[in-house]
């Protein structure tokens, strides 16, 4: 069971402003920066998170790496072009 979603953050937008909150979980937590889920359903995960940017035509791939506090899931991303939107 899995499940995916991309946000885009453009020049002028704040990656620290995406949070994301799961309602219906019984249990969440990160394990190895993956997002898991307990429900009655059983595991869902969301598996290899991802970040980018477009560079003369190519992928750039940005360090991610979440975090869980106070039941919402933030992403922090390492160095990357201010002035590029992310995937």
Known sequence: NQFRYD???????????????????????IENNNIQLITKLGL????????FQKIDKNKQLIETKLNFYNEIFIYFLAEFLFYISIV
Request: proline share 3%.
């Open 44 to 51: 869902i995960e969301h598996k290899d998170i991802v970040s």
């Open 7 to 29: 946000f885009i953050v453009h020049p002028q937008g704040n990656i620290a402003d995406i949070k994301i909150n799961f309602d219906g979980a019984d249990f969440t937590k």
